[in-house]
């Protein structure tokens, strides 16, 4: 399987600021999604990262929020802005598809999360 | 878009008893269910997972079935272990075209020893 790593791991951070979440991948794979877990929630999508081009945003969810950048197959970039309390939320990065890792077709792995608190 | 029901939202049971949780999809598309196990403070882990060419799959105490025509899905957990208590989330998607996963809302399992 692959390997994702994110980082930070936690932050607590201060209304109105904003915090670049970073998601490293150690395989190409053709597909990146970012997801929102808000305590005792489920997960919801917030865009799916699109390598080149801008992410498509899920309903409820804008570019000017949450800008999301994909420079190549292996890593992307998840912005959380003008934070306010309601976004204290775990952000996960998650992957699908073949890539040269070997990942199976379909098959989600999901990153070890970014902790945000926002006072 | 596809929508996933999932019940029960929390689930009790005595160690060695079975645990069973539902789930519901909208989507007919939909083609591939996955089901994933959180424990605290840890990411979603793949624990079973089951296409729509197949009506039940099974991996050692726990087991998927699948009825397309009612679009359903269950996943089934016998002699429940106390490690088996986690959050456990149902899935759906389609696989014919990198479609992104819709999640159910989860199930809080408690195995009581």
């Known amino acids: 399987s692959a390997v994702i790593s994110q980082k930070p791991s936690r932050d607590i951070c201060q209304r109105g600021t904003s915090l670049t979440i970073q998601c490293q991948v150690d395989?190409?794979?053709?597909?990146m999604f970012w997801y929102r877990q808000q305590p005792g929630q489920s997960l919801t999508l917030i865009a799916t990262?699109?390598?080149?081009?801008?992410?498509?945003?899920e309903s409820g969810f804008v570019i000017d929020k949450f800008p999301i950048s994909r420079p190549n197959l292996t890593f992307s970039t998840l912005t959380v802005s003008n934070m306010s309390p309601e976004d204290s939320s775990i952000y996960l990065c998650?992957?699908?598809?073949?890539?040269?890792?070997?990942?199976?077709?379909?098959?989600?792995?999901f990153g070890p999360g970014t902790r945000l608190t926002v006072l | 878009g596809e929508n996933v029901e999932q019940h029960p939202s929390t689930l009790s049971v005595q160690e060695g008893d079975s645990a069973v949780i539902k789930c519901t999809y909208s989507?007919?598309?939909?083609?591939?269910f996955p089901w994933y196990k959180q424990e605290l403070g840890k990411r979603p882990q793949l624990i079973i997972d089951?296409?729509?060419?197949?009506g039940e799959k099974k991996d050692q105490r726990i087991a998927v079935t699948l009825n397309k025509t009612a679009k359903h899905f269950s996943l089934h957990i016998t002699e429940t272990q106390p490690e088996d208590s986690a959050v456990y989330f149902c899935?759906?998607?389609?696989?014919?075209?990198?479609?992104?996963?819709?999640f159910g809302i989860g199930t809080k399992l408690q195995v009581i020893p």
């Open positions: 990262a699109n390598q080149g081009s801008e992410a498509t945003y």
């Open positions: 089951i296409r729509s060419n197949v």
């Open positions: 998650v992957l699908t598809g073949q890539g040269t890792g070997g990942l199976s077709y379909n098959e989600q792995f």
């Open positions: 989507d007919s598309a939909s083609n591939y």
């Open positions: 899935a759906a998607t389609y696989s014919g075209g990198y479609q992104k996963v819709t």
């Open positions: 395989s190409q794979v053709t597909m």
